[in-house]
């Protein structure tokens, strides 16, 4: 099916109608002499068109897409908001049914669209492609209002231009002016954006209005309000004022000793700081951009009365009931649903890295993130469509890309090797031979790549096309003696060639369930790293030859994929309980997975429940409500206090440990593994 009618147009303003488009896909290091108009970014278009319905019967439904993105209004109600980012060749689009929004006679439709300008991972912007392609059909899919030059805009200005912006060129200030009002409407344009659309709509994210758990009158005059927990939200204020009354909001992950409570200057480098413009009588903040947060201090002029204060929280479905955990220990409670909670606030249109700082969809992350989803909202679709952007990423580079789909260009080796682990994965749950065989293709052409790097043994060397990250942050690679400078030193080192013969290993399985014929690399790599890394003596891996170093993660992965010796099994897994989880939480989920991979399922509850300083009960112990990015507050120098990578419990429990040891804990999901595949 073909996303919209022929005659639906994508409309924008006459100014970027002829403006030429922008290239912005392109290997990281490339230089692309790309160039963008200042004056073009952070862009607020309202759109609108009046039509009329003789008969408001039930069946009507909305569908559109945007660049960057927007926000749908029928009649004063808002309808929803999208799309998710996607590549050119597979952008997507949102479908929503009108039912309750429609009345007899004249109706209004508007559209607020949102152009940033900034390349960054939060968003598909930055290709001067901006504008917004809608049209309302009957229940036969008839036609009966599109996009096109009958249309109107203005450009709003009610929001600040200032060049303020939070985060890794995540998003911009919005500081808010009620007194400002929609300047005159003037005819749109229309423009072909090259865009293709999927083949069926995304998913729409759940929407809903959640009040603060608590709110306290400060000495200052201020209101500080709790939500009780990590969200992700926008805010929903109204009050009343003169003219020029100011309302000053600070938002924040964590509480500190200010006057005002809430650490607004966050650890993870944004600034949740904004200012409020009231107009006479009662005015209605609007908020356009999303953020990640608890806690928030309205400082409000003396002649201001808040009338209504609440936030509206998004996130991709997942419902409390999908997945029902059950235990008498409070610590694992404590921890499972800190885990849950990180990944709630984290599942947005795509898997976001933390909703702050970056907003990006990490393939590193992913490997974590994704099960933990599935398993928490019965739900493939959010996974499924991950995977397709990772494999979409093949486009840029053969060797694919860290965070799809993103306007930023990133690439790292670690995360890319790991596309046959997803792949494999979504065959685990669905079965379905048709989607593997296209994953393989991609993840052919992956290994095609990192051979490029071949030294003449098998083994890849000199993997200086992409970052070389080990683990993340750099503090807890437990000294890994190897310099990951990017470009990476010269020379061949453990993760990265154990991260490859894991990838073959697991493109030999992929070829194997398909009955395709193929010659068994891995044999022979696996022998070559023996000879390279593994010391004979105490059975454990070192990180180069030349080293005699030995950190946590060199040991890990060849465990993780099962092709450390048989008589290292024991000493490696000895070495990890001794070392305990001094790796970060990335690799914390290879290293609980390796233990259970080899039986030694109660080590790893052990590291769960685990109360040392790199644990996830010390992120309960200092204030969690969602998983942080590393193990403690002050264990990076710029940490996220919600960042779903660090969920691995949640697998963990659901898919090792409680079957293993049902006394621990109960739990119920709608979703189970039609091929189980060891891995």
């Not at 009507?60 to 660049?67: G, T």
């Not at 929001?159 to 919005?174: A, L, M, N, W």
């Not at 209605?284 to 806690?295: A, H, I, N, T, V």
């Not at 989880?581 to 039986?599: E, P, T």
């Amino acid at each position: 099916m073909c996303a919209f009618h022929k005659q639906t147009k994508f409309i924008t303003t006459p100014e970027f109608a002829k403006i030429k488009h922008l290239n912005i896909y392109h290997l990281e290091d490339e230089d692309t002499g790309y160039s963008h108009p200042e004056h073009l970014r952070n862009i607020h278009l309202k759109l609108r068109r009046k039509f009329t319905l003789k008969n408001a019967i039930k069946g009507y439904k909305l569908r559109f897409s945007a660049a960057d993105y927007a926000k749908v209004y029928i009649n004063g109600k808002k309808v929803g908001q999208g799309p998710c980012m996607g590549y050119d060749f597979c952008y997507y689009f949102n479908e929503y049914s009108l039912d309750g929004f429609l009345c007899e006679g004249e109706n209004l439709i508007e559209a607020e669209v949102y152009y940033q300008g900034l390349i960054s991972h939060a968003s598909m912007s930055g290709a001067l492609k901006f504008g917004f392609i809608g049209e309302i059909v009957d229940a036969d899919n008839e036609c009966i209002l599109s996009t096109d030059q009958t249309w109107e805009y203005t450009v709003e200005k009610c929001f600040s231009v200032q060049s303020v912006i939070r985060g890794y060129d995540t998003q911009y200030i919005e500081n808010y002016d009620a007194r400002i009002k929609d300047g005159d409407y003037s005819p749109v344009a229309t423009r072909d954006m090259g865009y293709t659309f999927s083949d069926k709509p995304t998913k729409n994210l759940e929407e809903y209005e959640l009040t603060p758990v608590s709110c306290e009158v400060l000495e200052n005059g201020a209101l500080f309000y709790d939500f009780g927990k990590e969200i992700t939200a926008t805010l929903k204020l109204k009050a009343k004022g003169r003219s020029g009354s100011v309302i000053r909001i600070l938002q924040g992950e964590e509480l500190d000793d200010s006057e005002y409570r809430v650490r607004y200057k966050m650890r993870c480098n944004c600034v949740y700081e904004e200012f409020f413009t009231l107009d006479d009588g009662v005015s209605c903040l609007r908020e356009f951009d999303y953020k990640g947060f608890r806690y928030v201090t309205l400082v409000p002029d003396k002649d201001v009365e808040i009338l209504n204060f609440a936030a509206s929280v998004r996130h991709y479905p997942m419902s409390d009931d999908a997945c029902i955990f059950e235990t008498d220990s409070e610590k694992l409670k404590a921890i499972f649903e800190m885990c849950k909670n990180g990944v709630k606030c984290c599942s947005q249109e795509i898997y976001v890295d933390c909703p702050q700082r970056e907003k990006g969809q990490y393939a590193g992350d992913m490997t974590v993130t994704s099960l933990s989803q599935i398993y928490l909202s019965g739900d493939l679709s959010l996974f499924k469509k991950a995977l397709d952007n990772q494999l979409q990423s093949a486009f840029i580079c053969p060797g694919i890309m860290a965070v799809t789909p993103s306007a930023a260009m990133q690439e790292i080796a670690d995360y890319s090797l790991q596309l046959p682990i997803l792949a494999i994965r979504y065959y685990e749950f669905t079965g379905d031979r048709d989607y593997l065989k296209n994953c393989l293709d991609v993840c052919l052409g992956l290994l095609d790549y990192f051979g490029k790097y071949d030294r003449g043994d098998g083994l890849i060397e000199n993997v200086k096309g992409k970052w070389n990250i080990v683990d993340w942050p750099d503090n807890m690679r437990d000294g890994y003696d190897f310099s990951l400078t990017k470009p990476v030193q010269d020379g061949t080192h453990n993760v990265i060639n154990a991260f490859y013969i894991g990838a073959t290993l697991l493109v030999e399985k992929m070829q194997d369930i398909l009955s395709v014929k193929h010659e068994n690399k891995s044999k022979a790599l696996i022998e070559a790293f023996n000879r390279e890394f593994l010391n004979t003596e105490t059975g454990i891996y070192k990180d180069t030859k030349e080293s005699s170093h030995c950190a946590l993660h060199s040991s890990v992965l060849p465990l993780f994929f099962g092709f450390a010796p048989e008589s290292s099994v024991d000493k490696i897994c000895d070495f990890i309980m001794e070392k305990r989880l001094s790796c970060g939480v990335y690799i914390s989920f290879f290293m609980l997975k390796a233990l259970c991979r080899v039986g030694r399922v109660h080590d790893a509850y052990s590291l769960i429940i685990s109360e040392d300083e790199c644990s996830w009960y010390n992120m309960v112990r200092e204030g969690a409500t969602s998983c942080f990015e590393a193990w403690g507050k002050d264990k990076k120098q710029n940490t996220s206090l919600c960042h779903a990578w660090a969920s691995a419990p949640v697998s963990l429990l659901i898919e090792n440990v409680i079957p293993e040891y049902p006394e621990i804990a109960t739990v119920k999901t709608k979703i189970c593994k039609k091929h189980r595949i060891l891995i």
